[in-house]
């Protein structure tokens, strides 16, 4: 199994530019997330979704959006890219459940500059 | 969301114990407590998380205060690898959605 993949690892991008980070998980899981996270921070939630078709704004949404047309998938769009989205975006994912545990898989991040 | 304070840097050497300390003192009834660390240019995973007794993993073990306002990681034998940024988060299960909420977490540094 693959786990938890994310696509491009890096980018950089021009503001105003837009640009779709591609997130696919394998584990059949319910719930994916998208996180970023800054120098000498812990990751913030972005977006998540727990099902197909369904999405719901975390801590952080602002300037972006997100859909999950099929289950194994969940992309990230930067409409209009600012300088303050410079950072590195973690999608994750676990099971729907709920359970004590919900243990979420995260995937190697894609570091994103905005010029 | 229940808070969690954890120092910002510990520093251990290879093959020795590490006690990594978080203090939850606001943590509720419903609050399960988990550790996710961070390796260096990956995204967190997942080491242990348990309520009220203590826990034991491949990686880690879990030791929760009695009155559950603190919890200490241990890692038995720290390697090189073990070097990584910890977060001790509260995870809510009673009701809705369970966030994960992270914080700055301890930098663990690991010397040969």
């Known amino acids: 199994n693959a786990g938890v993949t994310q696509t491009p690892k890096f980018r950089v991008l021009k503001t105003g530019q837009s640009m779709t980070l591609l997130c696919a998980q394998d584990?059949?899981?319910?719930?994916m997330y998208w996180y970023r996270q800054d120098p000498g921070m812990g990751l913030r939630l972005i977006h998540y979704?727990?099902?197909?078709?369904?999405?719901a704004k975390g801590e952080v949404p602002d300037g972006y959006n997100v859909s999950r047309l099929k289950k194994q998938n969940f992309l990230l769009g930067l409409e209009s890219a600012a300088p303050s989205q410079t950072s590195v975006y973690f999608c994750?994912?676990?099971?729907?459940?709920?359970?004590?545990?919900?243990?979420?898989?995260f995937g190697p991040g894609t570091r994103l500059t905005v010029l | 969301d229940a808070k969690t304070t954890q120092p910002n840097s510990m520093e251990s050497n290879e093959e020795e114990p590490v006690h990594l300390p978080c203090n939850h003192s606001t943590i509720s009834g419903t609050d399960y407590i988990h550790w996710y660390r961070q390796l260096p240019s990956q995204g967190p995973e997942y080491v242990i998380h348990g309520l009220t007794s203590n826990v034991n993993n491949r990686m880690a073990s879990l030791a929760i205060a009695e009155d559950r306002k603190s919890s200490t990681l241990i890692l038995h034998r720290a390697t090189l690898r073990d070097a990584a940024v910890y977060y001790c988060?509260?995870?809510?299960?009673?009701?809705?959605?369970?966030?994960?909420?992270f914080g700055t977490g301890t930098r663990l540094l690991v010397s040969p």
């Open positions: 584990m059949n899981h319910e719930y």
């Open positions: 994750a994912s676990s099971y729907g459940t709920r359970t004590t545990h919900n243990e979420q898989f």
């Open positions: 988060i509260l995870r809510d299960v009673g009701t809705g959605f369970q966030k994960l909420v």
């Open positions: 979704s727990v099902g197909e078709g369904t999405t």
